[in-house]
């Protein structure tokens, strides 16, 4: 595959859970939980992604059916179905598994109301199931901050923002941070937001390095060296129920997820402790 430094990247010594969120749609989200996730699998590594979005776009661009009879990350939340009842592999790369989402979670945010413990039942989901045997669990969340992103915040030891390189960009990410700090003072403490990655560069405007330049300053080394440009290839992949990385492998979408996907690997490496 074109972009590849070395066939195996280093695998992490526990598996990593990392969440994805953003509440301000269209930022990249799903996008970057699909293509992160297929460039680790292809290089190694064991990948689960939970598709935490309704709209379940993770699950179509992973090639998984998803329509509402499936059984999906739904029943996990509000039946306690096992995770390991609704887990499936994707057809297009070995090692990269799904936990599928349909739109019978549409309802869930109301339906968790009412259930005990109702921050917390993903994290009891995954601690009931043997993600040792996964090096990355990647969630994929909706884009709100209610309490599927809560879920998903306490379920997972990182925190990845992606961030798109434009206009109101910053606009809503303090209320995204305060919202990570209530969850690490009263939920989960291990929380760790551990990786900002830049977004939908598009390298011919000012704005876009000055976004980039903002984002640096203010959030540091966490900021992924790599951006990921503006790609048609990237937006077209997942009508063909595939990640861009399979898609169209030589793409600058593509290598852009590559090299980020790569970064996120070579740093947590034994780090995220």
């Given at each position: 595959?074109?972009?590849?430094?070395?066939?195996?990247?280093?695998?992490?010594?526990?598996?990593?859970?990392?969440?994805?969120?953003?509440?301000?749609?269209?930022?990249?989200?799903?996008?970057?939980?699909?293509?992160?996730a297929a460039s680790l699998a292809l290089h190694g590594a064991r990948v689960l992604v939970v598709d935490?979005?309704?709209?379940?776009?993770?699950?179509?661009?992973?090639?998984?059916?998803?329509?509402?009879?499936?059984?999906?990350?739904?029943?996990?939340?509000?039946?306690?179905?096992?995770?390991?009842?609704?887990?499936?592999?994707?057809?297009?790369?070995?090692?990269?598994?799904?936990?599928?989402?349909?739109?019978?979670?549409?309802?869930?945010?109301?339906?968790?109301?009412?259930?005990?413990?109702?921050?917390?039942?993903?994290?009891?989901?995954?601690?009931?199931?043997?993600?040792?045997?996964?090096?990355?669990?990647?969630?994929?969340?909706?884009?709100?901050?209610?309490?599927?992103?809560?879920?998903?915040?306490?379920?997972?030891?990182?925190?990845?923002?992606?961030?798109?390189?434009?206009?109101?960009?910053?606009?809503?990410?303090?209320?995204?941070?305060?919202?990570?700090?209530?969850?690490?003072?009263?939920?989960?403490?291990?929380?760790?937001?551990?990786?900002?990655?830049?977004?939908?560069?598009?390298?011919?405007?000012?704005?876009?390095?000055?976004?980039?330049?903002?984002?640096?300053a203010h959030f540091g080394e966490i900021v992924l060296n790599t951006v990921i440009p503006r790609s048609?290839?990237?937006?077209?992949?997942?009508?063909?129920?595939?990640?861009?990385?399979?898609?169209?492998?030589?793409?600058?979408?593509?290598?852009?997820?590559?090299?980020?996907?790569?970064?996120?690997?070579?740093?947590?490496?034994?780090?995220?402790?």
């Open positions: 595959m074109a972009g590849r430094r070395e066939r195996d990247w280093p695998r992490p010594d526990h598996c990593r859970v990392i969440t994805i969120a953003n509440q301000k749609g269209g930022v990249g989200k799903t996008t970057s939980s699909v293509n992160i935490l979005d309704p709209q379940g776009n993770a699950s179509t661009a992973l090639g998984i059916d998803h329509h509402a009879e499936i059984p999906s990350i739904y029943d996990v939340l509000i039946e306690d179905t096992p995770m390991e009842d609704i887990v499936v592999p994707s057809p297009e790369i070995p090692n990269l598994h799904c936990a599928p989402a349909t739109l019978n979670l549409a309802g869930a945010e109301i339906e968790l109301v009412s259930k005990v413990a109702r921050e917390s039942r993903l994290r009891r989901a995954l601690d009931s199931y043997d993600i040792a045997k996964f090096d990355y669990v990647l969630i994929d969340c909706p884009p709100s901050l209610g309490l599927l992103t809560v879920n998903a915040l306490v379920g997972a030891d990182e925190l990845l923002i992606p961030i798109q390189c434009e206009y109101y960009a910053l606009e809503g990410l303090g209320q995204l941070i305060r919202t990570v700090d209530l969850v690490k003072a009263h939920l989960n403490p291990k929380l760790n937001v551990s990786t900002i990655l830049l977004t939908m560069y598009d390298a011919r405007t000012r704005l876009a390095a000055q976004v980039a330049e903002d984002v640096r048609v290839r990237v937006s077209e992949a997942p009508s063909y129920g595939q990640s861009v990385i399979t898609y169209d492998p030589g793409s600058s979408g593509a290598l852009a997820y590559s090299e980020a996907a790569s970064e996120i690997a070579h740093r947590g490496a034994g780090a995220a402790k």
